[in-house]
């Protein structure tokens, strides 16, 4: 990978932000946010498998998906259930989202994503989560959130690079 996904989590703070540059244009980078073919090839742990239940990528329309798998041990994974609401989306530029772990009933987190230009068919992602609480931050940190931001980041970055190939 050339990209590096950048997370900072200052302690004491409740957000978590996100960047990464991708090798490109906007509208690509941007469909894979909001085409659920697309997202469940990219976003999650490697080691994880997405099933979308619910996909309406418009302002006030909701989300949700199963992640199942196996862990490290070889064991298997119990899915693992989020949801949200779409709040904003401005094609190619932004999107406004909740966030809610399935496991943590009523620990919202709220979620923007801007899309920039950054050279010629590159695109940077800036991403914010913020919680209620600091609390609330620190247990999707510690919950192992970074492996499978930068993992996700990754498999973005791929599946961008093998559609790519085939246009």
Same mark, same amino acid.
């Given at each position: 990978m050339s990209n590096k996904t950048q997370i900072t989590a200052v302690d004491g703070t409740t957000s978590i932000e996100v960047v990464r540059e991708f090798e490109a244009d906007r509208a690509r980078v941007f469909a894979a946010y909001v085409d659920p073919e697309l997202v469940q090839r990219w976003l999650g742990p490697r080691r994880l498998t997405m099933r979308i239940r619910?996909?309406?990528?418009?302002?006030?329309?909701?989300?949700?998906?199963?992640?199942?798998?196996?862990?490290?041990?070889?064991?298997? %994974?119990?899915?693992?259930?989020?949801?949200?609401?779409?709040?904003?989306? %401005?094609?190619?530029?932004r999107i406004v989202q909740t966030f809610e772990f399935e496991g943590a009933p009523g620990h919202v987190s709220l979620e923007v994503a801007r899309f920039e230009d950054a050279g010629p068919g590159r695109t940077k992602v800036f991403s914010r989560s913020v919680f209620e609480t600091v609390e609330a931050r620190d247990g999707m940190v510690a919950g192992g959130m970074s492996e499978g931001v930068s993992q996700s980041m990754d498999r973005l970055e791929e599946l961008l690079a093998a559609t790519a190939a085939r246009a």
């Open positions: 619910e996909w309406q990528a418009r302002p006030g329309g909701a989300w949700s998906y199963l992640h199942s798998g196996e862990c490290e041990a070889g064991q298997e %994974v119990p899915e693992y259930g989020f949801r949200g609401v779409f709040h904003d989306i %401005v094609d190619d530029e």
